[in-house]
């Protein structure tokens, strides 16, 4: 059992359970860990940055040495914006693989800084697949990057990295991965799935309060960027060399933000680290899509797509179910839902990830039982139309 919010020994006020995909529930020992304040060019909160770098580094499996980790204040959109901005030279070309509003996001960011690009989009929630990109840099010779979301938050899917990696890595292209919400609790090993950067952040898989990104990029990248960046404060390059000089951050660091990821990171390595989340994760997920079909609740994706992050339902066709009234009947019950994000079909989410375990999701979807008699709805079946695509969508590759 893992320690949530409602753990009486917390000493915390009854607060509601997350299920979203960030800020998530953290420990009481991660929000203890801010209740002292650190002098931001002090030596202890040097230590502090240095150790956070290594063990974020340690997770990404820099075998070889030839990654560095550069941290950088902010919610995940400004690490991806300083990601792109900082590798990405003016006259690249990018290749944006979009299924969903992230994906879509990227897209946005790479238009303000002016970056030529191309786009395949596989519309909301179906996967881009390795021989999609093969083709696409067959093609393109003046592809020079490749940017992929890891697991598209929107939807829930889990896109196939490891052959989007291979794919870029067959054509010598540099590839950029949006590992937001995976990063912590999906390999990103890079000796088995080659990248130049990775962006995450601290508070979806890792467990920690926002307020944190970071980049693990090849040394070599990152040696190369000086002066691509259009932005002082999201230079990468320039906070890399800055931290590596000084120890110290170029401009205010989020002092507790940091002493929190430290102790969250703590707790990632108790747990089994990568391999102990992922378990969890799944255990929850498992348990929150069995009970929510015997409800007749139906997931978006079919199976095999369905990461352990965050998974979409699609709304029940009763006409008795709006979301809104589901949600606030959830909240009153303590658990938070997230709308859908999705242009083609009507679904809510429901995160995995925090500190919970699968009895809050088994709670969550009891809760959702009674919710649903509460509304007069019979059953949380979806539309068949829905349904049957659903279920196309399982039979393609
Ligand atoms: C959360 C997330 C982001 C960053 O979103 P912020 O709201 O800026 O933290 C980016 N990409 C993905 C895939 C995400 O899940």
New binding site residues.
Partial sequence: MVATMRDPAAGLPPAPYLLT??PLNTSAAVKAAMLRDWGSRDEEFREMTGCLRSRLLDLAGNSDGTLDCVPLQG????V?EAMLGSLIPRNGRALVLVNGA?GR?IVEILRYLGRDFQVIDRGDYRPPRGFDVDMALGRDPEITHVVA?H???SSGILNPIEDIAAAVSKHGRSLLI?S??AFGALPTESGALPFDALAA?AN?CLESVPGIGFVIARKSVLEAARSNCHSLSLDLHAQWTGLNRTRQWRFTPPTHVVAALLQALEEHRDEGGVDGRYRRYTRNRDALVGAMRRLGFETLLPDAWLSPIIVSFLNPQHPGFTFERFYTLMKDRGYVLYPGKLTEADTFRMGCIGRLDDSVMLGAAASAGEALAEMGVPDGRPASAALAERNALAECQ
């Fill in positions: 995909p960030g919610s995940g959109t400004y991806v992230y996001r979301v697991c598209e938050t949006d937001m919400s952040s979806k």
